[in-house]
């Protein structure tokens, strides 16, 4: 299995500074997305602690794995990778009083042959495009799931709460980190979308639908989603990393190319 990455944040068209974050590996092909949080541009150290770390402690593990890891050694691996990335914002947080109370939410996506192995904490999200369909792969973890699974909140209600950026996990506000991890098959031609929620406050999910099925190159289907973001009042900074599956001949790989 093949796989062709492009990533791009933006800085919104409110926010002061961006406290999102990505990074990619196209060797050992990892995704990696954060949105930062905390006063004094704390939000960015960690967004940026967060990817850089986890980006350069699962590439040195994956390089000295081999092509094809067991699914269990990758998951273990992560989780340990996270949990000290965890500690290493906890840690500066404490020890630098205008970083006090940073954190981050997280989506980290291994891909291995044909398998994907997925975290995350808090409430930027993966999303995943099959057979023209798309499905949200990741759950929130925010106040707001937590009222739609109780049933006290309809997913309509939802949309026009004004609690729904509270998240209730996120990494480094405390000594352990609390991440969900999946696995899923990947099948030929699926899209994966990693997204800060600044792209999904702003733009409904049937119209992310719409422009990732467009025939166009990762790059542009990138911009258009930024865009969209912003053309809807851009109120966050947004992040956008896209990840093509394929057996086809012909991908090509790209970098990250922040704004």
Known sequence: MTYEFFARTDQGRVRPNNEDAVAIDHGTQIAILADGMGGYNAGEVASAMATDFIRTEMVCWLTQAGASPPSSEVRQVLECCVERANHAIWDASRATPRYAGMGTTLVVAV???????????????????????LQQITRDHSWIQ???????????????????????????????AMMEVNEFQVAPDDLFLLCTDGLTDMVPDADLAHMLRAPLALEEKTARLIDSANAHGGRDNVSVLLVQAGKRQGLHNHAPHPE
């Open 111 to 133: 891909f291995h042959g044909n398998r994907l192995t997925l975290g995350h904490i808090g409430d930027s999200r993966c999303y995943r495009l099959r057979a023209g369909a």
């Open 146 to 176: 937590e009222q739609i699974d109780a049933g006290l909140l309809t997913p309509r209600q939802a949309t026009f709460s004004t609690q729904r950026n509270l998240v209730t996990r996120a990494l480094g506000v405390g000594p352990s």
